[in-house]
């Protein structure tokens, strides 16, 4: 072919596929030419990008599903022993579906593929086959097979605007050493580079300066992908399917005949399901062209890692979440690494910021010595020893420091079983039998199960004498593993049907029930000793069939959904992961995790320790026993790599000692369950008890402001070093030092970065925007993001030109139809939310700059937006109502914070706690027009039998209670008791437990208090209970991904809504007579240490809650300088009638009036404190 028609081939190739990219942008759920809203048969995938503590969570759309799972009409099925891989949504997918295309092609036209009867399919062939077939949305351009798969190039390799056409010279420089060649070779290589630099200098930044160059392998899940790596000026290429030659030369892959190739990672036949065997890519099969660009600035830390028990690979950790593992030629790592570490010098070597939890340096096992602790860095376990570290994230570290990674899943994160209860209704955490014994492996768990393990031990007796003695000839982690646990979810679905051939596997051996998983790995299956994965303790998705899959249907007749989960998750797959991670940090566990340390990670994972331990497992399963390099005979090759790819790897030992135990609280066994207040685990070092979430009654205000601003509040934040800083309105302090600000809002619609202490203006940006510039974030020191008029949200990125900063349009992001309000940004899980006038937020991925999704009908324009950095959660307010959404638009609660008689109520700011995530306690905490600071928090409620209110009925007692409200000196218990009210209203609309009646109980004596002081009424019936879960919105609400209601694994009467705390009053709230000048809460926040709140108004000034040590005024005291006279006896105080505050009610009465004591463990007053005599006989009653 001549150089002319290659270079218009590698042309027509590139402006298809960007033409499909942009297709793709015009025709998405609220792109330009889009619907407003998506279909409910739009199907979603787990997102590789890690968030924090390595945990992942995010989804993304899954364009392929349909095509990898189409309509098979049941006169096309046969008859076969396996379940053949279909989803029940295809069906209505194939009949509903409707071609919307600008250019008519009789090709496009919808596909059946034909079903195989051949048990090993070549997955690979198939999907490859399965591309090069139509798209299932609606497409402006013809989907012709001009394209051959090996010429595609992923979306991911276009994420900035400035994609043009690099120079060649530069790459040409590595291949001028060539005299060598013969003059036939020379032209062919010539040809040969021609053609490739078509294809590569399209995909390089403007200008760039290639250097080393490498081999590679990409690893991804199963399978590999060879390519090279690029280290250029500012970035590194990692690009799939390109080698390079002997002579520096880049050769694409396809182009070398299969005898001439030498591949990095051997390659292994494709094996039937029967042997579980490897799903190694065919390499008959095309390979897709991936490109991956990162910042040198962005690579967060280079591990060493291993693949296939070798030594040749390396996992690079991206600061966004993204990570890549990659295997090289054998002794070419170590060079490799160098080349990083000269090009990255900023890579991180700090224990709190590393995702190994300590420097590479470090120790594992540090001397016990005073010397050695001072001089050397403290390692991981030294923090985890301390509690300053979760359970959860010390076993992240441990995998992550022993080589287990999320991008290989034939040594993919090991964690443990930690309970054996999966039959109660109430999950008991003081209860020893509750939890698994940590101190013994799967396989040794019951004595007559590890009888025959031991009797396999003392006979074995190999003739050839190469395999030694072991307990166990099965793995607690192996592909297959992984891939059942989260088969339901994309795209370990493709994995797991790669190793069954194409098909999923009889029903009576899927993952069914965690029950019935447990059993067979615990005592029921000689043949199953697995352990858990991290997603067990994070992730809810995977134990749900989303996807509609065909799973077939067992013996006993079951047909196979979502995953059967144990009474005490009350059949809530949320409840199921809270409550599972709120068991891994209870004290017992912690007091045990190091025995299963030991036998994973530690000293007796070898030698006499795992022999006495009866954890001996076969001995290709240890790195260091095999050579796969060293292998000549290539049956043995591929026999060896075939084990060791489906039956797993052991991880690497990280202790030579026993493992150090974590330190706990003694608990009295006869105490009740351990709580999560009375747990020692934090990420703040500090017990959760001191949380002020977990006791909001005790929060005691500040008297003074902390800060007086000229205008109304707009930030609040608190520094690493607890120093408090604010803003107005119109600004925000730029990360991580906040030492400066931005500011907009100013005529000439201009961007200003400011000093925050001598508010000088240090560069200005102007005419960015078109319009008004209404709001914006900052989520790194090189990005800005701004929104307002013009309805499109902006990414800047800020570099310094000749000395001068400028800011670079990096994307505008087009969802919007009318102008944004509001933003939040998260750093944490590379997410944008943006509210807008148009009723709705939208999530946008920050790393791939790309819509993900919408959180749809909002009651009104969205005025604020806070991320929780922790889970994900989404807080949204529009007008007074409060909405919580998933990271994923999962619509979880929501509820009108107003209350009857305030009038119009708009909710200003709101922000989260972010402290001990599995803690029911975390609040949300919104600020808004009233002056008043409210707390929520989320709670499962079961429901009352009957769906129906009897909502007259229930105003009716309201109403009832408001009349007594108004006249407070009436010593009525039946009147004034404000706990009968509620429990006899929460009894008509819902059945509370007693922990949530027990909060509603004392949040309404506050509320009742409050109106006593004030004059004001607020009925507590309505602020505690008026509630609404995700079955608000019916008809209108968000349609993707499927609403909660869809996805309950079982119907049942529990509904997760927002409850009322607590709230705050002094200094700012309207309903307050002794607020001299109360005025709108306009921002709100929590203290790193979660015991502070800060509150600013509209007035410019920041006030602080705080859990203080000792007396003080609380929230809810009169003012001493607001009242004169008894409330009671009308009496009024003098020097010697001194005032006295109910330590209930917070009325000021005289000593007389307020002589009786009794405890409020309501208000945590657990000794005898002064009160009146109505809040007496009230709290007497309930004694």
């Avoid at 070597?349 to 016990?368: C, D, F, R, W, Y």
């Avoid at 109980?1001 to 002081?1013: A, G, I, N, Y």
Wanted: net charge neutral; hydrophobic share 35%.
């Amino acid at each position: 072919m001549a150089i002319y028609e290659l270079d218009n081939h590698h042309m027509h190739d590139f402006i298809h596929e960007t033409w499909l990219r942009t297709e793709r942008q015009l025709l998405r759920e609220r792109g330009i030419w889009g619907p407003p809203r998506g279909s409910s048969l739009d199907k979603y995938q787990l997102d590789m990008t890690e968030g924090p503590l390595r945990m992942r969570i995010k989804m993304e759309k899954n364009d392929e599903f349909y095509q990898n799972y189409p309509y098979r009409a049941k006169a096309d099925l046969r008859p076969t022993k396996y379940k053949s891989p279909v989803s029940r949504d295809s069906e209505q997918f194939h009949k509903t579906r409707r071609l919307e295309s600008l250019i008519e092609d009789e090709q496009n036209q919808p596909v059946a593929l034909p079903v195989s009867t051949d048990t090993s399919i070549d997955l690979d062939q198939d999907l490859s086959t399965s591309e090069n077939s139509l798209l299932t949305a609606p497409s402006l351009l013809p989907r012709t097979s001009c394209i051959p798969r090996s010429e595609t190039i992923d979306e991911e390799e276009l994420m900035d605007a400035d994609h043009v056409s690099a120079s060649t010279d530069d790459i040409g420089q590595s291949e001028a050493s060539t005299s060598s060649q013969s003059e036939s070779n020379l032209e062919e290589s010539v040809k040969t580079s021609l053609d490739n630099h078509q294809t590569l200098t399209r995909l390089l930044d403007e200008g760039e300066k290639i250097g080393p160059m490498f081999r590679c392998a990409r690893v991804q899940g199963l399978e590999s992908f060879e390519g090279i790596l690029l280290l250029g000026r500012e970035r590194y290429y990692i690009l799939d399917g390109f080698t390079l030659l002997e002579t520096n030369q880049i050769q694409d892959i396809d182009s070398i005949a299969e005898e001439y190739r030498d591949p990095i990672i051997p390659r292994v036949p494709h094996y039937t399901s029967s042997t579980n065997s490897s799903a190694a890519t065919s390499s008959n099969s095309p390979t897709k062209k991936l490109c991956l660009k990162f910042y040198y600035d962005d690579i967060r830390e280079v591990l060493k890692r291993r693949y296939l028990l070798q030594p040749i690979a390396l996992e690079l950790f991206n600061s966004d979440g993204r990570n890549v593992l990659l295997a090289f030629p054998p002794k070419n790592r170590n060079k490799v690494l160098t080349k990083l570490m000269s090009v990255a010098p900023s890579l991180t070597n700090h224990s709190l910021h590393s995702v190994a939890g300590q420097k590479q340096s470090t120790k594992m096992e540090q001397g016990s010595g005073l010397i050695s602790s001072l001089i050397s860095e403290r390692s991981v376990t030294s923090r985890w020893e301390r509690g300053e570290i979760s359970n959860f994230q010390y076993l992240m570290h441990l995998n992550t420091l022993a080589g287990r990674s999320y991008n290989d899943l034939m040594q993919y994160p090991v964690f443990p079983w930690i309970l054996s209860d999966y039959t109660s209704k109430e999950l008991q955490l003081d209860k020893p039998e509750t939890f698994r014994d940590l101190s013994k492996p799967m396989g040794a768990l019951t004595p007559e199960r590890l009888a025959q393990f031991q009797r396999r031990y003392k006979e074995w007796d190999d003739p050839t004498g190469e395999t030694p003695a072991y307990h166990y000839g099965t793995h607690y982690s192996s592909a297959m593993i992984v891939s059942s646990y989260l088969v339901r979810m994309e795209p370990f679905t493709q994995h797991f049907l790669s190793l069954q051939g194409g098909h999923f596997d009889l029903a009576d051996r899927m993952f069914h029930t965690i029950k019935e998983a447990y059993d067979s790995a615990s005592k029921t299956n000689m043949a199953d000793v697995k352990e858990l994965i991290p997603e067990f303790f994070y992730l809810p998705d995977f134990l749900l069939n989303t996807n509609k899959f065909e799973l077939g249907e067992k013996q006993s007749g079951v047909k196979l959904n979502h995953i059967g989960l144990p009474p005490w998750a009350k059949g809530d797959a949320r409840e199921f992961v809270r409550k599972h991670r709120e068991a891994l940090e209870c004290d017992y566990v912690s007091a045990h995790l190091h025995e299963w340390i030991d036998l994973i990670f530690g000293y007796k994972q070898q030698g006499k320790p795992a022999v006495e331990a009866n954890n001996v497992f076969h001995y290709l399963f240890y790195e260091g026993n095999v050579d796969i390099y060293s292998i000549d005979d290539p049956l043995k090759r591929n026999a060896i790599i075939g084990f060791i790819n489906n039956f797993g790897q052991i991880p690497k030992q990280l202790f030579k000692r026993p493992h150090p135990q974590k330190k706990v609280k003694k608990l009295d066994p006869a105490s009740s369950a351990p709580s999560p207040a009375t747990q020692s685990v934090s990420h703040y070092s500090v017990s959760s008890d001191r949380f002020f979430f977990s006791n909001p009654e005790c929060l005691k205000p500040c008297m003074s402001p902390l800060k007086e601003l000229q205008e109304s509040v707009g930030q609040i934040t608190q520094t690493e070093k607890l120093t408090v800083l604010a803003v107005e309105q119109h600004k925000i302090l730029l990360p991580p030092l906040y030492s400066k600000y931005l500011a907009w809002g100013f005529l000439d619609h201009s961007l200003r970065i400011c000093n925050y202490d001598s508010e000088k203006a240090l560069i200005v940006f102007e005419n960015l925007e078109s319009g008004e510039i209404l709001c914006a974030c900052c989520p790194n020191t090189r990005t800005i993001i701004t929104a307002g008029s013009s309805t499109v949200v902006n990414v800047w990125k800020l570099s310094d030109s000749r000395g001068k900063a400028v800011a670079k349009l990096r994307q505008p992001l087009y969802g919007h139809t009318a102008p944004v309000l509001c933003m939040a940004v998260s750093s944490a899980f590379n997410i944008l939310v943006s509210g807008s006038v148009d009723q709705t937020c939208i999530i946008w991925d920050l790393s791939r700059l790309r819509y993900v999704t919408q959180l749809a009908n909002h009651k009104a324009p969205v005025a604020a937006i806070a991320v929780n950095n922790l889970t994900g959660a989404i807080a949204s307010c529009a007008s007074s109502w409060l909405y919580l959404w998933s990271v994923n638009g999962e619509l979880l609660a929501s509820v009108d914070t107003a209350s009857t008689g305030i009038g119009s109520l708009q909710i200003n700011c709101v922000c989260m706690s972010e402290a001990n995530e599995w803690d029911t306690d975390n609040v949300i905490i919104t600020g808004s027009s009233d002056g008043v600071t409210r707390m929520w928090s989320v709670e499962l409620i079961k429901q009352s039998k009957s769906p129906f209110v009897n909502r007259s009925k229930l105003a009716s007692r309201a109403n009832e209670q408001t009349k007594s409200l108004d006249h407070p000196e009436l010593a009525s218990l039946d009147s004034t008791n404000p706990m009968t009210s509620v429990s006899s209203a929460s009894e008509e609309f819902v059945d509370l437990s007693s922990d949530a009646l027990l909060r509603s109980q004392s949040s309404s004596t506050q509320s009742v208090t409050s109106s006593l002081s004030v004059g004001r009424p607020v009925p507590t019936a309505r602020r505690t209970l008026s509630v609404q879960s995700e079955d608000s919105s019916t008809e209108e609400g968000r349609v993707q991904p499927v609403p909660a209601k869809r996805r309950t694994v079982s119907e049942c009467n529990w509904k997760r809504q927002l409850i009322f705390r607590s709230k705050l009053t002094m200094h700012t709230a309207y309903e307050r007579k002794d607020n001299k000048e109360p005025a709108a809460v306009t921002a709100v926040a929590c203290s790193r240490d979660h015991r502070s709140v800060f509150v600013g108004d509209a007035k410019g000034r920041v006030f602080s809650w705080s859990m203080a040590e000792g007396s003080g005024p609380a929230d809810h005291w009169i003012k001493d300088e607001e009242q004169d006279s008894c409330t009671q006896c009308d009496s009024k105080f003098t020097t010697t009638n001194r005032r006295h505050h109910c330590r209930n009610c917070g009325q000021l009465f005289c000593a007389k009036c307020s002589k009786h004591e009794i405890e409020v463990p309501q208000r945590k007053y657990y000794k005898p404190v002064r009160v009146c005599l109505v809040c007496y006989k009230t709290l007497k009653s309930h004694t």
